[in-house]
C-alpha cells in the first residue's frame, strides 16, 4: 500500500472509532494487532500491550463509560513507508455527566491493508482519573 492508502486506512480506523462503529473499526485491525499505552500498570491499569481481543473488550467498555461514543477530531497526520503518526483530540461526555476531554499522538504500522500496530500516547492521568470517577458507584 502507498502511503496515501495507509492514511486514509488510519483515518477510516478512527472515522468508525469516533461512530461507536466498533466493528468496522475492528475489521481494520490484523488479527495479530498489538495496542499499546504508555505508562505502569499500577497505576494506569489499562498501560502496555494487548491483543486484538482485549482491544475489543475495551471498546465495549467505552459504550458503558461514554453511551453516547467519544468524538475524535484528527490533526497533523504523517505517513513514511509502513508508519502513520497522527495527532487527535477527544471528546465525549462520561455516564457521570462529566465530559471526557483527552490530546492523542498514535503512531500506526500499517502490514497487508490491516493495522498491526498501534501506540496510543495520552494522558494517561486524565483518563485515569476521568474514567475511574465514571466507574465509581453512583
Not at 494487548?50 to 453516547?68: E, F, I, S
Not at 487527535?88 to 462520561?94: P, V
Request: hydrophobic share 40%; aromatic share 8%; with cysteine.
Amino acid at each position: 500500500m502507498s502511503t496515501e492508502d495507509n492514511k486514509r486506512l488510519v483515518l477510516e480506523f478512527l472515522g468508525h472509532y469516533s461512530a461507536a462503529r466498533y466493528d468496522a473499526a475492528l475489521d481494520l485491525l490484523a488479527e495479530d494487532c498489538t495496542w499499546w499505552l504508555p505508562g505502569h500498570p499500577e497505576e494506569f491499569p489499562a498501560a502496555g500491550s494487548v491483543d486484538k481481543a482485549t482491544v475489543q473488550r475495551r471498546l465495549a467498555g467505552n459504550l458503558k463509560l461514554l453511551p453516547h461514543g467519544l468524538e475524535i477530531t484528527t490533526g497533523a497526520i504523517t505517513a513514511e513507508q509502513d508508519r502513520v503518526a497522527l495527532e487527535a483530540e477527544s471528546r465525549g461526555t462520561l455516564v457521570n455527566g462529566r465530559e471526557y476531554h483527552n490530546s492523542y499522538h498514535f503512531l500506526f504500522v500499517i502490514a497487508d491493508g490491516k493495522i498491526r500496530l498501534v501506540k496510543e500516547y495520552l494522558d494517561t492521568l486524565h483518563a485515569r482519573e476521568a474514567l475511574g470517577a465514571a466507574r465509581a458507584p453512583r
